[in-house]
């Protein structure tokens, strides 16, 4: 079973950065793919970034490409989320999430931290 938790949420304004961490924590970590999720209020969850296990290959919603970068450290357990240029529409409630496989569901999901980027 695997243990994730998330830090590094806060407010900022618009055009600010922040970097969210993901602590993983009971399994083996570098053989989990990692993504970041994000959840608005009163919208579905949707897909952020993921990185796969030596962290050689990452994936970007188009919305966040080229402002948020997702990266790993396996010797730390920890995946994060280095996110620039924020914008108003960034607010959300942000997931990390583990997967074994390309072909699985993510298994295991974090409590969320909360960004909020006023204008």
């Known amino acids: 079973q695997v243990q994730l938790v998330e830090s590094g949420g806060g407010l900022v304004q618009a055009g600010g950065s922040l970097r969210l961490s993901c602590v993983a924590s009971g399994g083996t970590f570098n053989s989990y793919i990692m993504g970041w999720f994000r959840q608005a209020p009163g919208k579905e969850r949707e897909f952020v970034a993921r990185?796969?296990?030596?962290?050689?290959?990452?994936y970007y919603a188009d919305s966040v490409k080229g402002r948020f970068t997702i990266s790993r450290d396996n010797a730390k357990n920890t995946v994060y989320l280095q996110m620039n240029s924020l914008k108003p529409e960034d607010t959300a409630v942000y997931y990390c999430?583990?997967?074994?496989?390309?072909?699985?569901?993510?298994?295991?999901w974090g409590q969320g931290t909360q960004v909020t980027v006023s204008s």
């Open positions: 990185i796969f296990w030596s962290g050689s290959t990452t």
């Open positions: 999430a583990a997967r074994r496989s390309v072909g699985s569901e993510y298994s295991y």
